[in-house]
């Protein structure tokens, strides 16, 4: 691993994800939508390294990322969860393709929004958001992460999507399938952001293409 930080505050966002807050070490750079590997540095954890992105804007002067847990495996994540600040954490250098090239359209599942915050924060701050819209798929109101956020930034081009009816947050049930994206994306000559579980994220890719989206078009990571 190349840096190590002292992790700063937690931040409990839905019932299963969390705001860390970890200092930035000297020299890491990233572009909105990259990912870093991320380690405890203690007994046990340290060789235990996973992808997360950061969703703060690169030229902030701490890191923030947005991790959903699970406590059904007993992994980094859940020890993450039990994690106080103070605790050193080991991180990467940034890697990832799924970086900003164009106006389109960002579509989510759970916690594949964390690189879209990342983008469209940058986007905002940088007031160019104008021409996107975003598709974000939950299985339930409870689990969509930032919704004040996201629709403050895309107002009715934001479209929250539960797999299970009802919720106060949600504007339709069901799947993103084929036939909601034709009702949702107007054309395919526009760039497609997909991040997801990986069976997600080849249904979306999938869909897209029987749309006549083209391959270059389609940037995705699961």
């Known amino acids: 691993m190349d840096y190590r930080a002292s992790l700063l505050m937690t931040q409990l966002v839905t019932h299963d994800v969390r705001h860390y807050i970890v200092e930035r070490p000297e020299g890491l750079a990233f572009e909105a939508g990259q990912g870093v590997m991320l380690a405890l540095d203690r007994p046990g954890w340290r060789e235990i390294r996973r992808p997360f992105t950061p969703t703060s804007l690169p030229r902030d002067r701490v890191l923030e990322f ?18 106080e600040p103070g605790a050193e954490v080991l991180l990467s250098r940034p890697f990832g393709t799924l970086t900003y090239r164009g106006p389109g359209t960002f579509i989510a599942g759970g916690a594949g929004v964390t690189p879209f915050l990342a983008m469209l924060r940058e986007l905002a701050h940088s007031n160019r958001l104008g021409g996107h819209q975003l598709i974000y798929a939950n299985r339930t109101s409870a689990d969509i992460i930032d919704p004040q956020e996201l629709r403050h930034y895309l107002g009715e081009h934001c479209h929250f999507l539960c797999s299970e009816a009802g919720g106060a947050l949600c504007d339709a049930s069901g799947l993103v399938d084929r036939d909601y994206l034709a009702q949702i994306i107007g054309t395919t000559d526009q760039a497609f952001y997909v991040c997801g579980p990986p069976g997600f994220v080849t249904a979306v890719t999938g869909a897209l293409s029987e749309l006549g989206a083209s391959s270059e078009a389609v940037l995705f990571e699961s």
């Open 66 to 83: 947005t991790i959903k847990t699970y406590p059904e495996h007993e992994g980094l994540t859940r020890e993450l969860h039990h994690t």
